[in-house]
């Protein structure tokens, strides 16, 4: 047997946790906090502006003796003449109430960054050894104020990790 990924975005006050599945466009980036791709047309981030913040977490199930070393970038990035780019936590990140404020957090990486770059248990060298979650992946869409109106292209994030 092996492990089944999946991907999980947590939202809201209380933290309701949405299972996304594995592939397809499953989340937008936009100013509301809720975990459909389908509303983000009626929230739009505005040129000078950052979206609400986006946790995901990878979600493992199945039967495997350990899973370890995640690492997570962005495959297809944006170009920087775009005025758009994806900030990024995923060491240790814990969950709070999703905000729009620019959370300072650096750019997603847009290469494989090597070595782990998402927790497990709060440490990058953690493992699952059962069913579980990785911690937080913390997304943010920051805008410049030379950000073009309208829909960008999407873009592909991938996560690789090591299973035993």
């Given at each position: 047997?092996?492990?089944?990924?999946?991907?999980?975005?947590?939202?809201?006050?209380?933290?309701?946790?949405?299972?996304?599945?594995?592939?397809?466009?499953?989340?937008?980036?936009?100013?509301?906090?809720?975990?459909?791709?389908?509303?983000?047309?009626?929230?739009?981030?505005?040129?000078?502006?950052?979206?609400?913040?986006?946790?995901?977490?990878?979600?493992?199930?199945?039967?495997?003796?350990k899973i370890d070393n995640i690492q997570f970038w962005l495959s297809t990035a944006f170009s920087?003449?775009?005025?758009?780019?994806?900030?990024?936590?995923?060491?240790?990140?814990?969950?709070?109430?999703?905000?729009?404020?620019?959370?300072?957090?650096?750019?997603?990486?847009?290469?494989?960054?090597?070595?782990?770059?998402?927790?497990?248990?709060?440490?990058?060298?953690?493992?699952?050894?059962?069913?579980?979650y990785s911690d937080y992946i913390v997304l943010q869409l920051d805008t410049t104020t030379s950000?073009?109106?309208?829909?960008?292209?999407?873009?592909?994030?991938?996560?690789?990790?090591?299973?035993?």
């Amino acid at each position: 047997m092996s492990a089944t990924f999946a991907w999980a975005q947590s939202n809201g006050a209380g933290q309701t946790v949405t299972e996304l599945g594995t592939s397809g466009n499953l989340f937008n980036f936009k100013t509301n906090d809720s975990a459909t791709a389908a509303d983000y047309s009626s929230n739009p981030i505005t040129a000078g502006n950052s979206s609400m913040e986006v946790y995901l977490r990878a979600k493992f199930t199945g039967t495997f003796n350990k899973i370890d070393n995640i690492q997570f970038w962005l495959s297809t990035a944006f170009s920087p003449a775009t005025g758009l780019q994806v900030t990024f936590k995923g060491n240790g990140a814990s969950y709070s109430t999703p905000a729009t404020a620019d959370n300072g957090n650096p750019n997603v990486p847009t290469s494989d960054p090597g070595t782990a770059n998402v927790s497990i248990g709060g440490a990058l060298t953690g493992s699952l050894v059962a069913s579980g979650y990785s911690d937080y992946i913390v997304l943010q869409l920051d805008t410049t104020t030379s950000a073009a109106p309208g829909d960008t292209s999407l873009a592909t994030f991938t996560l690789q990790y090591d299973e035993q």
